[in-house]
């Protein structure tokens, strides 16, 4: 069920999770530097749904690298709560992302040799408080495909064994790149079912980043990237259920 209007602003009243102040990011290719983030500015809210919305090339990609603690800006600071990212060891980074984010990609990167349940206790054995693997599993809807291995799931149910276990150690951010990406319109509709459930049910903020503008129609926010800038940032006054979106 989507949120409404007030409820969306309640969650913006919640908390800022991220404040991201004048994050440059500039890769040196050879000779030649690459302007990737260009002094962003941004806040994301605590249980809110974003999403990060540009074409390839826009920097959304850099930006969700350097809030997961996968990236560091050339310039800026990045401000988890009061935790400055930019400041961070790299053991505190390694903590940051093991203990506080979820990570969801284009391509599930489960471990061929073990089953769906198997693959998300991978990483509730290092967590502090996770859920229990079938828990994980029952919430993106796959509690009847626990015993299967990679190969024996469609696309779409790899992806939501990936979400399971990105939010089985119990995150307080899932950042999600193109989650959708390698998946045809019905099948990314159910994936993008499994994320909103986390989002209302758990309260978890999420963000993803995709270049299909469609899918900006069910996020609290959408915050549109352009040649390393945000050109502008919008608030749905209605969100659409992902079975409702124009593809």
């Not at 949120?3 to 913006?12: G, N, V």
């Not at 826009?58 to 969700?64: A, E, I, P, V, Y």
């Not at 990483?123 to 626990?146: C, D, N, S, Y």
Request: aromatic share 6%.
């Amino acid at each position: 069920m989507a949120k409404s209007r007030q409820q969306s602003h309640e969650i913006l009243n919640e908390g800022v999770v991220f404040h991201v102040h004048g994050v440059t990011k500039v890769y040196q290719m050879g000779e030649v530097k690459v302007h990737a983030l260009r002094g962003v500015d941004l806040d994301l809210y605590r249980g809110e749904f974003t999403v990060l919305l540009g074409a390839s090339g826009s920097g959304k990609s850099t930006l969700l690298n350097i809030l997961g603690g996968l990236d560091t800006p050339t310039d800026g600071h990045v401000l988890y709560g009061e935790r400055d990212l930019t400041r961070a060891s790299e053991s505190e980074l390694t903590r940051y992302r093991r203990f506080h984010v979820g990570f969801v990609f284009q391509f599930y990167n489960l471990i061929p040799s073990l089953t769906a349940l198997e693959n998300v206790a991978v990483v509730t054995e290092i967590a502090k408080t996770p859920m229990q693997p079938r828990e994980a599993l029952q919430l993106v809807g796959l509690g009847e495909r626990l015993d299967h291995f990679p190969a024996q799931l469609s696309g779409g149910e790899q992806q939501r064994v990936a979400i399971a276990r990105a939010i089985a150690k119990k995150p307080d951010v899932l950042l999600c790149d193109e989650p959708t990406g390698a998946l045809d319109s019905k099948t990314g509709i159910v994936v993008l079912e499994a994320l909103l459930r986390v989002n209302q049910e758990m309260g978890t903020s999420t963000a993803v980043i995709t270049h299909n503008a469609g899918i900006a129609q069910m996020a609290d926010r959408v915050i549109h990237l352009v040649d390393g800038r945000i050109s502008e940032v919008t608030t749905n006054e209605t969100r659409l259920a992902p079975s409702e979106l124009s593809w």
